[in-house]
């Protein structure tokens, strides 16, 4: 029912692009960046099978499903709530954790995270956007991280106020210290642990809860950008890209509302809690009734019921 309403909402006409001789198309590779994506996919699709069909220790499974939490944790609840969206205030012990997360997830550091992604949504969808979805599925997806960034988006990268991190030493470490930090939370430590906590192989250990936990959780996170800007209803905002997906919302745990977290992206819980699956609005939940965070910020009944009657496309909240 869902999918044949969706199809039925008709992009607004300012965002109708036209693929022939547009400027949107134009490519710059980036081919070191081809070259690793492109072997880290091959390697992931080489250890499903170990994952699937339980070819490694049970330890080992259960220790990658755990990864992929904390690593989503990392992007989701840190780079995207906290940093880009200061949706919440958060203690000095849960800002470490969401920091150091962040580098198992394999991600960017929180600057440079939030520098696109605040730059996403102030240009949402246009040529300024780092991934834009007007510039198609694949380029929103993994596209944008092999290309060179596009003239509009480094001269909108100098208008965007990062001040705020850049006056956290904390964030600032990160980012001075992001490769090696990525190596030793991504890859040292659930190598060593694997191997010396229950004697996995090195080869297990590399391909299960290192390689391809790295690459399903990029997809997952990419799948934000990619899916709930093509696939899904608009009941809040039918003017825009992003929709609400309950598909990426299960893989990313909790961050496919996305028509939603484009209406309120001041929201912590990035969707009507209550109505929708969010794992991660639940994990800020917790951390604020621990005393970990604060001053968590949402959208009224009333404010959400106002939008949805102005600019919602007529479908039912829940996706």
Same mark, same amino acid.
Request: with cysteine; aromatic share 16%; hydrophobic share 35%.
């Given at each position: 029912m869902h999918s044949r309403m969706a199809a039925e909402v008709r992009q607004p006409d300012h965002l109708v692009l036209k693929k022939k001789n547009n400027p949107w198309f134009e490519t710059d590779i980036v081919w070191i960046n081809v070259f690793l994506l492109g072997l880290a996919h091959l390697v992931a699709l080489y250890a499903l099978p170990r994952f699937v069909l339980?070819?490694?220790k049970w330890q080992t499974w259960i220790f990658s499903v755990i990864l992929y939490y904390l690593s989503t944790v990392g992007s989701n609840a840190g780079a995207h709530r906290l940093f880009s969206h200061r949706a919440f205030k958060a203690t000095l012990? =849960?800002?470490v954790f969401l920091l150091a997360m962040g580098s198992l997830s394999f991600q960017p550091c929180a600057w440079s995270w939030a520098r696109?992604?605040?730059v996403h949504h102030k240009h949402s969808d246009t040529m300024a956007d780092p991934y834009s979805a007007g510039r198609g599925f694949f380029f929103a997806h993994h596209g944008w991280a092999l290309l060179r960034r596009h003239p509009e988006v480094l001269a909108k990268y100098k208008t965007v106020d990062m001040s705020d991190l850049e006056n956290d030493p904390y964030v600032?470490?990160?980012?001075r210290h992001q490769y090696k930090l990525i190596l030793l939370f991504a890859v040292a430590l659930p190598l060593i642990t694997a191997v010396y906590g229950w004697n996995e192989t090195w080869l297990n250990s590399f391909l299960v809860p290192v390689t391809l936990?790295?690459? &399903?959780? =990029? +997809?997952c996170t990419a799948m934000i950008n990619s899916w709930s800007h093509h696939f899904g209803t608009k009941p809040y905002d039918k003017t825009i890209y992003p929709v609400q997906s309950s598909l990426v919302a299960h893989l990313a745990l #909790?961050? #496919? &509302?996305? +028509?939603y977290h484009h209406a309120f992206p001041w929201d912590y819980k990035a969707s009507e809690l209550g109505l929708?699956? +969010?794992?991660m609005a639940t994990f800020i939940k917790a951390c604020a009734r621990l005393g970990l965070a604060y001053d968590l910020k949402e959208a009224s009944s009333d404010v959400i019921k106002a939008r949805i009657a102005r600019t919602g496309d007529g479908t039912p909240p829940l996706a």
């Open positions: 339980f070819q490694v012990p =849960l800002k696109d992604h605040r600032m470490f990160q980012r936990r790295v690459v &399903w959780c =990029l +997809n #909790g961050e #496919g &509302w996305h +028509n929708q699956y +969010n794992p």
